[in-house]
């Protein structure tokens, strides 16, 4: 079980793709991080961490389930 302090580290680290993976190997919702970054004062990670998380394929859009 990651726990965010250890995602946020990774992204502090530049381990964008990697604090993803922690992420979906937790329990934690990309909502939780995006608080998370919000209350550490880090918004424009918000982005970058949202970009990552399309690229990577954890967001799609116009997909009919």
Do not use: C
């Amino acid at each position: 079980e990651n726990k965010m302090e250890e995602i946020i580290e990774s992204i502090m680290n530049g381990q964008r793709k990697q604090a993803l993976e922690q992420l979906m190997e937790s329990s934690y919702l990309l909502e939780d991080l995006f608080e998370e970054l919000l209350s550490q004062n880090m918004p424009n990670e918000i982005i970058t961490m949202y970009r990552v998380a399309v690229r990577v394929g954890y967001i799609k859009f116009g997909e009919i389930e």
